[in-house]
């Protein structure tokens, strides 16, 4: 993750640098080697995400034509990349947030077990039917809202079992169970929420000086006190990014830039509106493509 743009480049390899000395051990090294499964660890998988991110955005700040009070947003932990490219977070404090993060949701999911389903093809109120029958079987909430035809709902194992084998029977498509260590964006992420809130309590947070989309209300955040209120508020509410790409497309936004690993966003946005130009920032040739995009 990240390992040819920090080869190619040294802003992207001083970031990695910067995530190690910040966490007191050797992210860079995770990220680059592995092994895998200590990788997907929530623990991990979130500073490694958000350093590739900035890693990504450094690499491309002196090459591409970046424009510096542009909107941002991201997805759940996304949205602290989005945060730190803001001006909001400094990197160092964004990256041992994340870390602490990772691991109060890890705990949440020991403390109340869970799992997420993502239901495909079905229409809001099937699915509220669906939902209906879930909670039946303890708590099933939605937790993503991605894009048409893509929900994630999130909530108690026993929940979650009944959902992925029922949810045809309401109209769905598909309905796949996610890998994940509990059940994010859902009340039973309270206690993680909670420490968050202790750990945010600490971390020195700007006011933005680019707009940023906050994922619980598809909105603009607005001052440094609310960034830290709705970070907290996110463990546990639904991530609206369908509704916070259709806010951006209706300010005229027609151009998307996605650093750091996985595509999945970009994917995302072409089943809500194929007509804009998009492009992903992963390895050192996708440079040329972002600055062909954004007229550098």
Not at 15 to 22: D, K, L, M, Q
Not at 132 to 161: D, R, T, Y
Not at 271 to 284: E, F, G
Request: proline share 5%; charged share 20%.
């Amino acid at each position: 993750m990240g390992r040819e743009l920090a080869e190619a480049f040294p802003e992207a390899r001083s970031v990695f640098e910067r995530a190690n000395t910040a966490l007191g051990f050797d992210l860079a090294r995770l990220c680059f080697e592995g092994p895998a499964e200590e990788l997907n660890r929530t623990s991990l998988c979130q500073p490694a995400i958000l350093t590739a991110s900035i890693a990504a955005l450094e690499a491309a700040r002196p090459r591409c034509a970046l424009p510096a009070h542009a909107p941002s947003a991201g997805l759940s932990l996304g949205e602290y990349t989005a945060l730190v490219y803001a001006g909001a977070l400094t990197f160092e404090g964004a990256v041992r947030l994340v870390h602490q993060r990772g691991q109060f949701m890890e705990e949440a999911g020991r403390e109340n077990p869970g799992g997420m389903v993502a239901v495909l093809g079905i229409d809001r109120e099937r699915l509220n039917d669906a939902l209906e029958g879930a909670n039946e079987f303890g708590v099933a909430e939605i937790a993503n809202l991605n894009c048409p035809g893509q929900v994630v709902v999130s909530g108690s194992l026993p929940a979650m079992e009944w959902l992925a084998k029922n949810a045809r029977n309401f109209g769905a498509e598909r309905a796949i169970r996610l890998k994940v260590s509990g059940a994010f964006h859902s009340r039973l992420m309270a206690p993680a929420s909670d420490r968050l809130s202790r750990a945010l309590a600490e971390v020195a947070i700007s006011q933005p000086h680019a707009p940023v989309l906050a994922n619980v209300t598809a909105k603009f955040v607005v001052s440094a006190a609310e960034v830290r209120g709705l970070l907290v508020q996110q463990l546990t509410s639904p991530v609206l990014w369908e509704d916070s790409m259709r806010f951006l497309l209706a300010m005229g936004v027609t151009r998307f830039v996605e650093p750091g690993p996985g595509g999945v966003l970009t994917g995302l946005l072409a089943k809500i509106d194929n007509s804009v130009r998009t492009c992903t920032i992963q390895v050192p040739a996708d440079l040329e493509k972002a600055r062909e995009l954004l007229g550098g």
